[in-house]
């Protein structure tokens, strides 16, 4: 009787599918990776130009009532003429064209009158990514006394 042949290991072809298939599951998560760092970066620009926006927006209040909104009266100050003390002598709003309250992660912007950092002005903080004070890379707070390219 013929010795029957075993053939109990994988084929070269077998090898070779395993293979494809890892290296094609380690490039989708490296891409989707990048891809996050990008979007993140993405949403840190947007909200420097959204601080720089209302910062423009705030001067010209300031320039026009002599001052900058309250804490209290905040950036609705901007679109809504303030009806709490102290009361802008000549609101020529509104100061902006679309409202700008949140950041682009959902979170509201920090407004400080006078600021902690910015005495003579004020203070327009948004937390970042992680949504905690302070922070750093993607985390990090965007904050209107420190340009993005300084």
Known sequence: MPKKKNNSGFTS???????????????????????????????????A??????????DT??????????????ITALWEKPEIAPMPVNWNGPYLEIPIIKDPWGRD??????????RVGYDLISLGSDGIEGGS???????????PDE
């Open 13 to 47: 072809t077998q090898v070779l599918l395993v293979i494809i298939v890892i290296a094609g599951i380690v490039g989708v998560i490296f891409a989707s990776s990048r891809l996050l760092s990008q979007s993140r970066k993405a949403s840190n620009a947007e909200a």
């Open 49 to 58: 130009e959204q601080i720089e926006e209302i910062g423009i927006a705030l």
């Open 61 to 74: 209040y300031a320039k026009d009532n002599g001052d900058y909104p309250s804490t209290d009266q905040g």
């Open 109 to 118: 912007y920090i407004y400080i009158r006078p600021g902690v950092h910015n």
């Open 137 to 147: 890379s993607d985390g990090e707070d965007i904050v209107s006394w420190i340009r």
